[in-house]
């Protein structure tokens, strides 16, 4: 079983967007993701993924 894994220190590194365009490019190809933010006050992911379902963005995950 394949697992990546996104971690870096708190700093604008690009950890976000990293893993968001990874997350989408391996659901595209069939694979099962999950994601999630440490930082609960900034919660990037999250609000990502909102605007993908608001929008009808597909793939959701």
């Not at 968001?20 to 190809?29: C, E, I, P």
């Not at 440490?38 to 993924?49: E, I, K, Y």
Request: glycine share 10%; no cysteine.
């Amino acid at each position: 079983m394949l697992k990546i894994a996104v971690l870096a220190g708190k700093g604008g590194v690009k950890k976000s967007s990293l893993s968001r365009t990874l997350a989408t490019r391996l659901v595209a190809r069939g694979f099962n993701t999950a994601g999630f933010d440490t930082d609960v006050d900034q919660a990037s992911f999250a609000r990502w993924m909102q605007r993908r379902v608001n929008n009808g963005i597909e793939p959701t995950f």
